[in-house]
C-alpha cells in the first residue's frame, strides 16, 4: 500500500475492479446480469446495460474511424457543463469500474433512485456522501473537489443548485 487507510486520499479504480469480482463471487451471478437483476429491471431503467466486450470493440474500433466525437467525459459548471472528449487511446474494457451504457432518461432515472433511498440505506447513502480528504485539482475548475465512498464530490455555486433543486434532481 502506498499510504496508510484513512489518512489520505490515492484515487484507484482497482477497488472497483475488485469489488464487482466479490460481488460476482457471492452473488454467483455474471456481473452484467448482477447489475440488470438488482438494479436496472427494479429501477425500469431500459435502456441500460453493462457492455459486452464486442460491443466495447465496437465502441473502440469506432473512435478510430469516427467523423465526429463518440465520448466525452462531462464536468458541471456555472454557466454550462464541460465537455472533455474522451482520448482515442481511453480504452473501454466493461466491469466493475466503467463500462455501463445507459441513455440519459435512465440516467435520470437511477440518480433520483440514489439520492431518493431506493438504492442505499440511509447509513450507507451518508457515508457515500460525507466529503473525507480533499483532492488534488485533477482539472482546471473552480470547485472544491473531495472524496466520498466510490464519488467525487464538488461544492457547486448557488446557481446549479437553485437550478438542480427547480428540476427535482
Known amino acids: ?11 484507484s479504480n482497482s477497488n472497483f475492479v475488485l469489488l464487482g469480482m466479490i460481488v460476482e463471487k457471492a452473488s454467483k451471478k455474471n456481473l452484467a446480469l448482477f447489475l440488470k437483476d438488482e438494479f436496472f429491471i427494479p429501477l425500469n431503467m431500459k435502456s441500460t446495460h453493462l457492455a459486452s466486450l464486442r460491443e466495447a470493440r465496437m465502441v473502440e474500433e469506432n473512435l478510430y474511424t469516427a467523423n465526429y466525437p463518440l465520448r466525452f467525459f ?18 473501454l474494457v466493461p466491469c466493475a469500474d466503467k ?26 447513502y451518508k457515508l457515500m ?41
Open 74 to 91: 462531462v464536468q458541471p459548471n456555472a454557466k454550462k457543463p464541460i465537455f472533455t472528449q474522451v482520448e482515442k487511446g481511453f480504452v
Open 129 to 169: 456522501t460525507t466529503k473525507y480528504f480533499k483532492t488534488d485539482p485533477h482539472t482546471k475548475n473552480k470547485y472544491n473537489t473531495y472524496t466520498g465512498y466510490g464519488i467525487f464530490i464538488e461544492e457547486l455555486d448557488d446557481i446549479i443548485e437553485s437550478h438542480c433543486k427547480k428540476l427535482g434532481l
Open 99 to 124: 463500462g455501463i451504457i445507459s441513455s440519459s432518461y435512465d440516467l435520470v432515472k437511477w440518480y433520483k433512485a440514489l439520492h431518493g433511498g431506493k438504492v442505499l440505506s440511509d447509513k450507507s
Open 1 to 11: 500500500l502506498e499510504i496508510t487507510i484513512g489518512t489520505q486520499y490515492k484515487y
